[in-house]
């Protein structure tokens, strides 16, 4: 009985039956991404009233705050993975990591630089020496770690443990990042959306942000399940079915 | 009943450590010098201003005893991994821990508290005050230890690595941040007339964080680099 549901569960979890699963279901993630992107855009550009104190220049948070929610989460989603690989010994579990770091590291650049775009105006500066803008600095730093230790190792097995060890080492950051605001009475201002207060700003303002925070998040698991199938094409290239031209999705990258 | 045992090992690990430094004397000197170096730059390069001065010390003296931890953690593991000596000391009784928490500690002794005895004489000739001195040689004495721990993720990560030591110092300068900024802030809050009460305790707390985990981290990355 026992023995029924665990293959069951873990089916998905040999490559080779996530191979064709990540393909289809990728299709309808990047559509859904471009939908709720599409919307999100359309409801904080047209819909949104105007800041009566930031006026237009705020609009950018519509792109700052749900990809500065996402590169915490894409941590944190990419430790989990890289601790399940650590403690259960599982392949796809590092493979997964490795195909979210690149991501997470984009998200903590676009949150950087939408930052910058939106502090220029507001406080008058690209940068400033805030909690939160350097911690969120170092995330990206430890994206880069995380990426640049796995280049850097040439056995695989290695170097999979090795950035997992690292990536879970680093997750202390991401708490700073989120309490930063709180810890430190700094220029960065609080957060306006939390799931225990009533937010503090208009309705539609708040339904663009959480759409484009959807729209981010399908947008992260299709590029992630594209990036997958292309690690798993890299890795798998020795194995059997790997090489096996009846398989019609491998021929089709090839 | 096994305590003895781990104590015993822990010592001889150190004494070992030790008598190897003591062997090569230089290594010891370059880190010191290093330091001094560092610290002696600044002064040079920023003007002999006696305010500015003050202003920069505390950033300027961490970052200074940041870089010469890092400088000597290159050799942490790598000579006992090149000679074979690490991987016999996986296979001795006593948890990997014990053997990371004493190799550790000798770093610290060799290249960490050298810079926290200096401290003071370096801060004086920055024009610091009597009691910013006192606060800066604490908070150096309770964060180079955790600078060490850090670090030595980093050096067991990047074990026989090509390009290690470039990339030991992207690994663990990010990780050493938050010390460095608790570090320097106590100073700075101390003269500024804050008091430096909460930045030595966040000091101290993330010595504690560090000694619990960064053993066990550095044990798991020490069999990841040898397996």
């Not at chain 1, 599982?90 to 984009?106: D, E, K, N």
């Not at chain 1, 950051?173 to 430190?184: A, E, G």
């Not at chain 2, 008598?19 to 730059?41: G, N, Y």
């Amino acid at each position: 009985m026992m023995g029924l549901t665990r293959i069951n569960w873990f089916k998905y979890s040999s490559p080779q039956a996530f191979y064709p699963l990540a393909g289809r279901m990728m299709p309808w993630c990047a559509a859904a991404a471009i939908l709720l992107i599409g919307v999100g855009l359309y409801i904080g550009f047209f819909v949104a009233p105007t800041d009566f104190q930031q006026g237009q220049s705020y609009r950018i948070i519509f792109v700052h705050v749900p990809a500065a929610w996402m590169s915490m989460f894409l941590y944190v989603v990419m430790a989990i993975w890289a601790g399940i690989g650590l403690g259960l010994n599982a392949r796809p579990s590092f493979m997964m990591a490795q195909a979210i770091a690149p991501t997470g590291a984009l998200f903590t650049f676009l949150a950087l630089v939408t930052g910058a775009m939106w502090g220029k105006p507001t406080w008058g500066a690209w940068w400033v020496w805030d909690a939160r803008l350097t911690s969120e600095l170092i995330l990206l730093f430890l994206y880069g770690g995380v990426m640049l230790l796995r280049t850097s190792i040439d056995d695989s097995r290695r170097a999979d443990r090795a950035s997992a060890v690292f990536a879970l080492v680093g997750v202390v950051n991401v708490p700073i990042i989120y309490f930063s605001v709180r810890w430190w009475n700094t220029l960065h201002q609080g957060a306006s959306v939390s799931m225990t207060a009533a937010p503090k700003m208009a309705a539609t303002m708040l339904t663009a942000m959480l759409v484009m925070t959807l729209g981010f998040w399908m947008y992260s698991i299709a590029v992630i399940l594209v990036r997958m199938r292309c690690v798993i094409l890299e890795r798998e290239r020795q194995s059997s079915w790997g090489t096996h031209p009846s398989h019609q999705d491998v021929v089709e990258v090839h | 009943m096994n305590q003895p045992g781990m104590l015993a090992a822990l010592r001889e690990i150190i004494r070992r450590d030790l008598l190897l430094a003591l062997r090569r004397r230089s290594d010891v000197l370059t880190t010191v010098l290093f330091f001094i170096l560092v610290a002696s730059l600044f002064p040079l390069g920023v003007g002999p201003e006696p305010a500015v001065l003050r202003t920069i010390a505390p950033g300027v003296l961490w970052v200074a005893a940041l870089l010469s931890c890092l400088l000597s953690l290159g050799r942490l593991f790598t000579a006992d991994y090149v000679d074979g000596v690490l991987e016999q000391m996986l296979l001795i009784p006593q948890p990997l821990s014990v053997l990371v928490i004493g190799k550790v500690t000798a770093h610290w002794l060799i290249s960490g508290l050298p810079v926290v005895l200096l401290s003071p004489l370096l801060g004086l000739q920055f024009g610091l005050s009597g009691e910013a001195l006192g606060v800066l040689t604490l908070s150096l004495l309770l964060g180079t230890p955790t600078l060490s721990f850090i670090g030595a993720i980093g050096a067991a990560l990047t074990l026989g690595v090509r390009g290690s030591s470039v990339l030991i110092a992207l690994l663990v300068l990010p990780l050493f941040i938050p010390v460095l900024i608790f570090g320097a802030g106590a100073v700075s809050s101390s003269a500024s007339g804050i008091g430096a009460g909460a930045h030595l305790s966040l000091l101290g707390a993330g010595l504690l964080l560090a000694l619990t985990l960064a053993p066990w981290a550095t044990a798991t990355s020490l069999r990841i680099a040898l397996e």
